[in-house]
Nanobody, 122 residues
């Protein structure tokens, strides 16, 4: 069984910064891409940023230049540094691990964390 646990959310003023972390644990053999998604009130879930096992990154246009995604493959952990936060960044942020192989299964699977709330006040 694989679990993803997010941390680092909270309340911050506009212009401030937060750093989210997500650690994947369990019988993991390898992880392909890891990423962050968010769901704002009344909106669909959207991709914020993703990073491949080789370090290739992808960002939503709305966060380019403000957010930075990184990962520690040895720890199966992904980070999201969020700077210059805006009220429209308010959302529940979810961690995703995609292309996960475990020591007990030869199937690639995708896993999600439970989410961490980010609130940016104006």
């Amino acid at each position: 069984q694989v679990q993803l646990v997010e941390s680092g959310g909270g309340l911050v003023q506009a212009g401030g910064s937060l750093r989210l972390s997500c650690a994947a644990s369990g019988s993991i053999f390898s992880v392909d891409a890891m990423g962050w998604y968010r769901r704002a009130p009344g909106k669909e879930r959207e991709l914020v940023a993703s990073i491949s096992s080789g370090g290739t990154t992808n960002y939503a246009d709305s966060v380019k230049g403000r957010f930075t995604i990184s990962r520690d493959n040895a720890k199966n952990t992904v980070y999201l540094q969020m700077n210059s936060l805006k009220p429209e960044d308010t959302a529940v942020y979810y961690c995703n691990a995609n292309g996960v192989l475990t020591t007990t299964s030869a199937q690639f699977r995708s896993y999600w964390g439970l989410g961490t709330q980010v609130i940016v006040s104006s």
